[in-house]
């Protein structure tokens, strides 16, 4: 008798113990997500999950926020745009007529010296308000083919400069180039600052406990963004740089939660963390333009390029926390929710 009574008593007991040691499935159901799951006793309060992202030690009334996605996105925050007043390379009337008048004599041997000059000053003075289109990008009275605009600056017929019908500029072996040159330096157009950043928070919401807990990451949760000069449309590093323009080596920076990093939170508090950093897109921009002239048809053009640039550079990178606290301390408060988009 006494030997049956003493079996039972241990019955009793171990039935007692998986009773006291099984977790509340609130916690593990909002853990798992597909992952190997595991879970233990810590305490008579708290229990410990580990998953491939996370280990936590926490209450049982505990929302735990780590389901391992990273889907990372780009937000302008502000932009600015400059004038391009410091850039405009000023018209040297001088210069352009003395090479407009040794152009005009020497490619036209039937032209006396008078005939020369006067076909020079019309060239100078249409050039100048070529210029002006190219400096101030106004749209009127020009031809665009891309990023490239011709103005046809006439043609020499009967010993002057006179316009006929529009002749298509072709850059080939009969037509060559005078002169060429900035008519706008290469200047920073427009700057903007962005943040990229990863969406989903993760963290620990104890907004409704009375208890603290902690929680550990398994692996890296990353935001990466690629930085460097792209000078694809024909604004190079060299004229950057000769320009006084910042040029960023190629590369990456990246910002992250690392692998092993401990949160610990506090009792009524929500506490979310997410990787993020903030960088410039630099875009630069000048006008660089040519005189031509078609031997075949004895017509002169003037042509101007936008060629530009773009320079990429992080000024910080970091974790972002977002904490909300319960301070009324009641359990029946809504859990705040972080917002989706940035905030800075």
Known sequence: MKSLKKWVFLLVAVLSMQLIFTPALAVGEKSEKGNDVSISNGSAE???????MYTA?????AVIICEGETTQVSEPLMTTTFSNDSAVVEFDY???LAEMYAHVLENNADLSETQAKEIAEELTKRIQA????????NSSNRMANGDTTIVDLGCISEGKLVD???ARYVPDSRTSIISEGWSVNPHVDKSTLWSQYVIEWNGLDLYKSPDSGSISFNDEITATVNVGFEGTAGLTKSDA????LKVTASGSVTSKISKGFTLNVSAWTKHMLRPYIYYYVDQYQGTYR?????AYEQRYFYVYETRTAENRYNIEKGVRSWV??????????ASPIPPTGWEW
Not at 290 to 294: F, I, K, L, T
């Open 46 to 52: 708290k229990m410990t999950i580990v998953t491939d």
């Open 94 to 96: 001088d210069a352009t």
């Open 290 to 294: 040519y005189y031509c002239y078609n």
């Open 130 to 137: 070529a210029n002006e289109l190219a400096t101030n990008d």
């Open 57 to 61: 030690t926490v209450p049982s009334d």
């Open 164 to 166: 006929l019908p529009s």
């Open 241 to 244: 740089l000769k320009f006084g």
């Open 324 to 333: 909300r606290v319960n301070s009324d301390h009641n359990s029946s408060a």
